[in-house]
């Protein structure tokens, strides 16, 4: 019944190995959002797709990768991490806006991402 | 350019405290505002929002206000509750060519018994 859900749930890992994180939406939602917040709770916004097109790509390391098969899934996939990766990292998704802006985001728990 | 400030944390209250959390926005044409929660090791939950002024978004006996005069959107509980306990994001959300929100920078509440 998880409306967004994310894995793993906790990542440990090393320096300069290659991870991914997945996320799925069971809603319908056309829109899915990667964002990263770091350790004082700041989100920063990463990537927005809209019905499997790349909507936002703000400025990350191109070490990032998003992948989204179909409009449900929204993968993260990240090369050569680096210590500074560490953070928590969230996908959402929403209801595409079109006239509106009344639809508020659909946050996973999130992936808590430990680099050593 | 478009930003959401809010009150510095973190903020402590003793329980059936009245809560005011300030959320001032700058931004280009008319933005819904929202605010969301995040409690301890979960993701962020919508809590309230607003779509045009003097709109009232409110749940969980949480409240806030769309003024378009000043600019802000402040969140307002009149006794709050040890599980109240948790982060507060101020948001907005308007459309540009593209869909765009920001997030405030979160101000942490706790509440003592």
């Given at each position: ?5 994310q894995?793993?749930?906790y990542l440990?890992?090393?320096?300069g ?11 319908g ?6 964002y ?12 927005s797709?809209?019905n499997?097109e790349?909507?936002?790509n ?7 990768s ?18 500074g ?7 959402a998704?929403?209801?595409d806006?079109g006239r ?8 996973g728990?999130g ?6 | ?7 510095e ?10 809560l ?7 931004a ?9 929660v995040?409690?301890?090791?979960e993701?962020?939950?919508?809590l ?13 006996g949480?409240?806030?206000t ?14 709050v509750?040890v ?10 959300r308007?459309?540009t060519?593209?869909d ?11 509440v003592?018994?």
């Amino acid at each position: 019944d998880t409306a967004v859900s994310q894995t793993p749930k906790y990542l440990v890992t090393q320096m300069g190995n290659d991870k991914s994180i997945k996320c799925e939406q069971n809603l319908g939602h056309d829109t899915m959002y990667w964002y990263k917040q770091d350790s004082k709770k700041f989100l920063k916004i990463m990537f927005s797709y809209n019905n499997k097109e790349l909507i936002i790509n703000e400025t990350v390391p191109n070490r990032f990768s998003p992948k989204s098969p179909d409009k449900a899934h929204l993968n993260l996939h990240i090369n050569s991490l680096e210590l500074g990766d560490s953070a928590v990292y969230f996908c959402a998704s929403s209801q595409d806006t079109g006239r509106t802006l009344a639809y508020g985001y659909t946050f996973g728990s999130g992936t808590r991402l430990t680099v050593v | 350019g478009d930003s959401v400030t809010q009150m510095e944390g973190p903020v402590t209250l003793s329980e059936e405290a009245f809560l005011t959390i300030n959320c001032t926005y700058t931004a280009t044409g008319y933005p819904s505002l929202f605010w969301y929660v995040q409690y301890p090791g979960e993701g962020l939950q919508l809590l309230l929002k607003a779509t045009k002024a003097d709109d009232k978004g409110s749940n969980k006996g949480f409240e806030a206000t769309y003024r378009k005069e000043t600019t802000s959107f402040h969140l307002e509980k009149g006794s709050v509750q040890v599980s109240d306990s948790a982060v507060y994001f101020c948001a907005l959300r308007w459309k540009t060519s593209y869909d765009k929100v920001i997030f405030g920078p979160g101000t942490s509440l706790s509440v003592i018994p």
